[in-house]
T-cell receptor, first 111, second 119 residues
Framework: GQQVMQIPQYQHVQEGEDFTTYCNSSTTLSNIQWYKQRPGGHPVFLIQLVKSGEVKKQKRLTFQFGEAKKNSSLHITATQTTDVGTYFCAGVTGNNNDMRFGAGTRLTVKP | EPEVTQTPSHQVTQMGQEVILRCVPISNHLYFYWYRQILGQKVEFLVSFYNNEISEKSEIFDDQFSVERPDGSNFTLKIRSTKLEDSAMYFC????FGTGEKVAKNIQYFGAGTRLSVL
């Protein structure tokens, strides 16, 4: 079945440093979605990427979808303490909306 | 802003007991989902539901699990005979669309979750 791999599992950065998390799918995706989960919270939708090679930005966050629609990345520029949490990618295949989440990258930011 | 609500926020039960986790999806959404997250691990898909039937389920969703939409607003997950390893956070989610042609609007919105503790 479909698998979504995400690395790294943990990332600890100094405030102001950049952060990147990567996702790879074993199958071609129809779209990929990114979620953020704060400690003790629930996944909150960040963005959806649909087109091959798509790049979207949200302030300091840049999301990319690979040309083959099998990989994606999230890059945060100049991290802040408010960026702390676990970032999950979730891949969608086929005609249904069943998402398969990556394992998540837990980001901690040292002030 | 409309949101998915889940009750209870925490459920404690004895091993072997039945539990029902309740969710009220966003009112105009048509697709409903249950996910599980064991403490410190990733979010795992359990089941999706559309038009009063299961559209897909994962290998985790075995015979001890069932889902139901008993009325126009609630969406429930039942675990018939709980096991210790069922202890996890259970998230409900809903979306307006679920099919590929509506992919731009198939964003899933998650509830706050129910923490199930099986003793």
């Amino acid at each position: 079945g479909q698998q979504v791999m995400q690395i790294p599992q943990y990332q600890h950065v100094q405030e102001g440093e950049d952060f990147t998390t990567y996702c790879n799918s074993s199958t071609t995706l129809s779209n990929i979605q990114w979620y953020k989960q704060r400690p003790g919270g629930h996944p909150v939708f960040l963005i959806q990427l649909v087109k091959s090679g798509e790049v979207k930005k949200q302030k300091r966050l840049t999301f990319q979808f690979g040309e083959a629609k099998k990989n994606s990345s999230l890059h945060i520029t100049a991290t802040q303490t408010t960026d702390v949490g676990t970032y999950f990618c979730a891949g969608v295949t086929g005609n249904n909306n069943d998402m398969r989440f990556g394992a998540g990258t837990r980001l901690t930011v040292k002030p | 802003e409309p949101e998915v609500t889940q009750t209870p926020s925490h459920q404690v039960t004895q091993m072997g007991q039945e539990v029902i986790l309740r969710c009220v999806p966003i009112s105009n959404h048509l697709y409903f989902y249950w996910y599980r997250q064991i403490l410190g691990q990733k979010v795992e898909f359990l089941v999706s539901f559309y038009n009063n039937e299961i559209s897909e389920k994962s290998e985790i969703f075995d015979d001890q699990f069932s889902v139901e939409r008993p009325d126009g607003s609630n969406f429930t997950l039942k675990i018939r005979s709980t096991k210790l390893e069922d202890s996890a956070m259970y998230f409900c989610a809903s979306s307006i669309f679920g099919t590929g042609e509506k992919v731009a609007k198939n964003i899933q919105y998650f509830g706050a979750g129910t923490r199930l503790s099986v003793l």
